[in-house]
């Protein structure tokens, strides 16, 4: 969105269509172009087990594809948001490239720190923990957590950058 403000191209673009339907045209695109990058290496892990002997797990190879395609839409909707805030590409960079320090940062606070909490990464590695072995004794409300948490990472900074754009004069 940044390299659309630079040069200008988002006036033309935002006068021909609503500036939230550019906003979620770009997340959903990128959304879909990453999720068949995923689909293509979840394939080619069927594949590998195939050939190696194995037996089809299907079932973790679409726990995969589903909890890739979440890991990698929070940090697309992270990316946009950030876009949304600067005019310029290397400024949306570097402010990308602090933030994602600063959840880095978070997350390596420890156990007791509640900051690892509002960081994809957690649930992310949360849901590889979850595809080696079914937490059936944990409960079943412990597996759909991680997902629905990312869903609404990915909702609320979705929605910041709805009104950051709508509130930005190109």
Known sequence: ??????????????????????????FFFLLLVFTFVSSG?????????????????????????ISSSLYLGCFISIFIFISTLSANNKISFTMSAVFLGILIFFY?????????????FYYGIKNM??????PVEGGYLKVFESPVSMFL???AFLSMSLVA???RDF
């Open 1 to 26: 969105m940044s390299s659309e403000t630079e040069t200008g191209s988002a006036r033309y673009i935002l006068s021909k269509v609503h500036r939230s339907s550019f906003v979620l045209g770009k």
């Open 41 to 65: 290496i979840a394939l080619i892990s069927l594949i590998y087990q195939y050939s190696s002997g194995n037996v089809f797990q299907l079932e973790s190879i679409i726990l995969f594809w």
């Open 108 to 120: 390596l606070q420890g156990h007791d720190d509640y900051l690892k909490y509002i960081t994809p």
């Open 129 to 134: 923990e979850f595809m080696k072995g079914f």
């Open 153 to 155: 990472y990915m909702l």
């Open 165 to 167: 754009i709508k509130r």
